[in-house]
């Protein structure tokens, strides 16, 4: 057993310190070598889809096996179409401009230097993720375009897949010339491997985790090496008492439903009081019809009790809620449930978001201008909506052309992360002899 | 004891919330305001010059009666004017642009929504700091400005100069109508209560560690909250073959020994095999008369060896030096010592400074733009120096009017950290009932 950790603990330095020496060879590629490369990996792909469905074939058995749960073994599963779309995605991120050596400042000195800020690659990065083996692809050209080496570790239920789409981006780097090693693959899914990784500071500059909460938390806990954690959200919207009560529905329902599993979709709804009985009766019809359960409290259920009362008199059915805790405004449900809660002023919504929110993804609806800017001065989050959905938040609809993941980190990179948020800068001083 | 620990965990844990209630109210406050908070606190600072000096002589008493070495005790120590002086850079940060709601990007997309990537605080803010006790006031006048709420963790030497310090922060806080909880130092200098604190990353977002590298690494091995990092620096001018001789001298003696115990001093020297013979004499006698002990690699010997041989014949006095070790290139000596060796090309410069260094800030002294050029490109450092001296690594020197800290981390903020690497930022996004 000791035998055993020595030797991962061998295997994982070794490939940390190749990742660091790739690293600084890809530092000073220009963006042709590196496009060139993606070509040849999209090209690789389509041409080894036969290869690929069967490695995932493998996986495809061993969950099988493993009774995964559906939708897990459906995330896992390779189909041509699926190949040809992850090599169009690769060519997309071929297009995209090489955000390394972008200048981003330039100050100019009384003693005569001249300093530049310039974006560089971050060096190595570690990502973390699970099942989906595509987030390989992903993860592998997002780091090599923006000039990054990157050591991947993928789940367990996708590793013979891992392995293979590992060996044809060796070959596609190769092919352009770049050192193979710029992309690693770690050859083990133990925990203790994972262990290793997150010590290594010496050579690993940053890790990502992407996963469920237990895998962030592991590695959130465990890491010396920075990492940009990517939790998933408790979204909300508040609708004020100026909203335009179609529009609120219309973006309510639409964060709530248009996809509940996923971390922009919101959890909790704060109505203003005011237009709570005006608001409540549509809003509920549609989410009965969409099938999301209401948790509300006291103060909505008294409302709901009100139009439920009014109604029975004219036979209308009744409208289904149950009531919440305290424990529903903090849940991620992640499901078709929605917490609503009616607050007195846009002061008590802004306070609620930042009780029970996770300050990822959360929007105001109103017609009044003043309050939209004191909900967005005050709600402290990557993203703040005014009038708009909070299903935006994310890369290709921020315009950033790709996304590596939703940060829910306030350093570094927030809110959505393309190819710059994979750089880090440095200082390039320019002088005449000066000393100090 | 147990009782003890889990009061200290009940003590850490209130100031945390109570910060991270603070950093709300912060985080909304206008510059006015921000800044009448400083200029009050510049007044009172002075106003209360005798009772800080009665308090600092406490510590002063301690620290003779703990034989603190004679550098630390006058670090330690405040005078009239050391007091004078704070408050001045109270008011120069008053005087600084406020840096939260700055417009950093603005995204419109086909569908409508206008996004706009503006500037925020952080949030709460820890920082970990030893002995000189004007860094508490540095740091909570930089956190105050940029609307985060401060922890402070200062070292124990400086403890009741500290509390003084933290006394009128607080009162110059509530005089400008700010909740004084905004500031909070840690009252206690316990590793325990330390390590509490870095466990509650859902109350703080960033801690920031100042001193010596067993206290950064206990911080980075410890803290499940994001840490920007603050190690001290090796690092390296390159002397090229088409250096000017006499530029090359001054900024080498200038980036030795300006200071020797910063972090931006340099601790290596490359020179350029071609011109060894003809820098290294007058070179060595400049280090001789600042008391510079050199150790070199045994090319550099055999190119000293020659010279003291010629020399000898005409009474010239020898030029001393030692040989160095493999591990003397990886020393951060802080001292009167540089290593030197000879490279045999501008790459081979990169090589050494990227394998030996602490990627801080190394320069280049050369006549060639194309050398100057592949040196800034290949050297992975903060900040890289074409023809001046490494020693304005400085947020001062760049401009930045303030500083914090010189990061060594690469994410987030690399290099001075001033006001604005102080801050986050955060997406708002303005629609008209988009929904996905």
């Known amino acids: 057993m000791a035998e055993e950790t020595e030797h991962l603990k061998e295997l994982i330095t070794g490939i940390a310190k190749q990742a660091r020496a790739a690293s600084?060879?890809?530092?000073?590629?220009?963006?042709?070598?590196?496009?060139?490369?993606?070509?040849?990996?999209?090209?690789?792909?389509?041409?080894?889809?036969?290869?690929?469905?069967?490695?995932?074939?493998?996986?495809?058995?061993?969950?099988?096996?493993?009774?995964?749960?559906?939708?897990?073994?459906?995330?896992l599963t390779f189909t041509p179409e699926r190949i040809a779309k992850m090599a169009d995605g690769v060519r997309q991120v071929a297009a995209?401009?090489?955000?390394?050596?972008?200048?981003?400042?330039?100050?100019?000195?009384?003693?005569?230097?001249d300093i530049r800020k310039v974006r560089v690659p971050i060096g190595v990065v570690g990502i973390i993720f699970e099942s989906r083996p595509n987030v390989t692809i992903?993860?592998?050209?997002?780091?090599?375009?923006?000039?990054?080496a990157a050591?991947?570790?993928?789940?367990?239920?996708?590793?013979?897949?891992?392995?293979?789409?590992?060996?044809?981006?060796?070959?596609?780097?190769?092919?352009?010339?770049?050192?193979?090693?710029?992309?690693?693959?770690?050859?083990?899914?133990?925990?203790?491997a994972l262990n290793e990784l997150l010590k290594l500071d010496k050579y690993v500059h940053c890790i990502i985790p992407r996963g469920g909460e237990t895998l962030i938390r592991f590695v959130a806990e465990n890491s010396r090496i920075p990492v940009i954690k990517h939790y998933t959200g408790v979204c909300a919207i508040y609708i004020d008492a100026e909203a335009d009560a179609?529009?609120?529905?219309?973006?309510?329902?639409?964060?709530?439903?248009?996809?509940v599993g996923v971390c922009n979709s919101i959890e909790n709804l704060f109505i203003h009081r005011d237009v709570a009985a005006s608001i409540l009766?549509?809003?509920?019809?549609?989410?009965?019809?969409?099938?999301?359960?209401?948790?509300?409290?006291h103060a909505a259920g008294r409302v709901l009790e009100k139009i439920n009362a009014g109604g029975i008199a004219h036979g209308v059915p009744s409208i289904d809620y149950n009531y919440a805790t305290e424990d529903d405004f903090y849940a991620e449900y992640l499901d078709y449930i929605i917490a609503?809660?009616?607050v007195d002023s846009v002061d008590d919504a802004i306070a609620a978001i930042n009780l029970y929110g996770s300050a990822h993804s959360d929007g105001i609806v109103t017609g009044n201008e003043e309050t939209a800017k004191r909900f967005m001065l005050g709600v402290d989050?990557?993203?703040?909506?005014?009038?708009?959905?909070?299903?935006?938040?994310?890369?290709?609809?921020?315009?950033?052309?790709a996304e590596i993941g939703i940060s829910t980190d306030r350093l570094h990179a927030r809110g959505p992360m393309g190819l710059r948020e994979l750089c880090s800068y440095k200082y390039l001083i320019f002088g005449s002899g000066q000393v100090k």
């Open 138 to 148: 992903d993860c592998a050209i997002l780091c090599l375009k923006s000039g990054n």
């Open 381 to 401: 989050s990557a993203t703040v909506y005014w009038n708009a959905s909070t299903r935006f938040t994310d890369g290709y609809e921020f315009g950033l052309g």
């Open 281 to 297: 009766p549509k809003l509920a019809r549609a989410f009965e019809a969409k099938g999301v359960e209401m948790r509300v409290d």
């Open 246 to 259: 179609d529009m609120a529905e219309s973006i309510v329902v639409n964060a709530k439903t248009d996809r």
């Open 24 to 75: 600084l060879e890809l530092a000073t590629l220009d963006a042709a070598q590196k496009n060139r490369a993606l070509e040849i990996l999209a090209d690789r792909l389509v041409a080894a889809t036969g290869d690929l469905l069967a490695m995932n074939q493998k996986d495809l058995a061993a969950a099988k096996a493993l009774e995964l749960a559906p939708a897990m073994v459906e995330r």
């Open 151 to 192: 050591i991947l570790r993928g789940g367990k239920e996708a590793f013979h897949t891992n392995m293979a789409l590992a060996e044809i981006i060796h070959e596609a780097l190769t092919e352009a010339g770049i050192n193979p090693l710029a992309v690693q693959l770690i050859p083990t899914t133990d925990r203790w």
């Open 96 to 113: 995209l401009p090489d955000p390394v050596g972008e200048e981003l400042e330039r100050i100019s000195r009384p003693n005569g230097l």
């Open 340 to 342: 609503v809660k009616l």
